[in-house]
Nanobody
Framework: QVQLVESGGGLVEAGGSLRLSCAASGIIFSEYTSSWYRQAPGKQREVVAT????????YSDSLERGRFIISRDNAKNTLYLQMDRLKPEDTAVYYC??????????????WGQGTQVTVSP
């Protein structure tokens, strides 16, 4: 059974850093496109960063270049999001996602339970 488990969230002061982890079971991350999303209270869920099966990375246009880094450790089957120079606006629940599309066009999406990130002023 597929399971994605996020960890590493918490309370941090503005300007600080956190590293989020997403451990996968039931799937092999390298065979999927993997993403980090976030959702603040009353807001729509938005994508933060994505890494494809072949390692191609994309980031939200709203992020300052290099402030967040998405990575994947295939040996550990774990996805990471390194977050630096955090701002109060980064406060949200962060979710891990894995997805792929079959040759027939069927979409497969898997989500983690989320981890809370709170950035104080």
């Amino acid at each position: 059974q597929v399971q994605l488990v996020e960890s590493g969230g918490g309370l941090v002061e503005a300007g600080g850093s956190l590293r989020l982890s997403c451990a996968a079971s039931g799937i092999i991350f390298s065979e999927y496109t993997s993403s980090w999303y976030r959702q603040a209270p009353g807001k729509q869920r938005e994508v933060v960063a994505t890494i494809s099966g072949n390692g191609y990375r994309t980031y939200s246009d709203s992020l300052e270049r290099g402030r967040f880094i998405i990575s994947r450790d295939n040996a550990k089957n774990t996805l990471y999001l390194q977050m630096d120079r955090l701002k109060p606006e980064d406060t949200a629940v962060y979710y891990c996602k894995a997805d792929r599309v079959s040759v027939f066009g069927r979409q497969f999406d898997y989500w983690g339970q989320g981890t809370q990130v709170t950035v104080s002023p």
